[in-house]
């Protein structure tokens, strides 16, 4: 059973530090790697996506992929108020023929001002 | 101007009746999804279209029957509903499924509530 794993949280830093949100996954033949957040009661909405092993910035947001010890993070800079949100954490499987994503639990993260 | 959109937003119905639920992507993508949310915020994949035909069939019971008319419309239909059909419905496209156009974008839920 390929599984993803996030602490569930709540994750609880002020406002301007760095939030930094972590994933586990259980396969090492694992293709893509992707953070949505999602608001309360609202849908996902994608942030970053990884592809292969190292740091990927987006403004804000650092993603960290380290494929040997298969996990995935998300930094998040200079929190705000607004970042307070559930994050998702999901994998595509390599050998997937259909693009299937397998989410984690999800972290909540609580930015407190 | 709504890429992935989802009809009804709200859904409460007794226990035994049949529903659909209506999704519409304008991305123009090839790829349509239908994922479910339970109460513990897990969310899960249930179906995978591409152009109209069944990619995966992640061991759905079979009173959920998903249509898809053409590759801008995924439709899923639930007969004999039951207490724990109970969630938050998604709707997902991609541009398509092989790699590449890989990102999914997802539609605003459908809230069913089974009493």
């Known amino acids: 059973q390929k599984e993803v794993e996030q602490n569930s949280g709540p994750l609880s830093v002020p406002e301007g530090a760095i939030a930094s949100l972590n994933c586990t996954y259980s396969?090492?033949?694992?293709?893509?790697f992707f953070w949505y957040r999602q608001y309360s009661g609202k849908s996902p909405e994608l942030i970053m996506s990884?592809?292969?092993?190292g740091d990927k910035e987006d403004g804000r947001f650092t993603a960290q992929l380290n494929k040997a010890s298969q996990y995935v993070s998300l930094l998040i800079r200079d929190s705000q108020p607004s970042d307070s949100a559930t994050y998702l954490c999901?994998?595509?499987?390599?050998?997937?023929?259909?693009?299937?994503?397998?989410f984690g639990g999800g972290t909540r993260l609580m930015v407190k001002p | 101007d709504t890429a992935v959109s989802q009809t009804p937003k709200y859904l409460v119905t007794q226990m035994g009746n049949d529903k659909s639920i209506k999704c519409e992507q304008n991305?123009?993508?090839?790829?349509m999804y239908w994922y479910k949310q339970d109460s513990k915020k897990f969310l899960k994949i249930m179906f995978s279209?591409?152009?109209?035909?069944?990619?995966i069939n992640e061991t759905v019971p079979n009173r959920f029957s998903p249509k898809s008319p053409d590759k801008a419309h995924l439709n899923l239909h639930i007969n004999s509903l039951e207490l724990g059909d109970s969630a938050v419905y998604f709707c997902?496209?991609?541009?398509?499924?092989?790699?590449?156009?890989?990102?999914?974008?997802f539609g605003p839920g459908t809230r069913l509530l089974v009493l």
């Open positions: 997902a496209s991609s541009q398509n499924y092989r790699g590449g156009g890989e990102t999914q974008y």
């Open positions: 396969d090492r033949v694992s293709q893509s």
């Open positions: 990884i592809y292969s092993n």
């Open positions: 999901a994998v595509k499987w390599g050998h997937n023929a259909g693009n299937m994503l397998t």
């Open positions: 991305l123009g993508h090839d790829t």
């Open positions: 279209y591409n152009n109209k035909e069944l990619i």
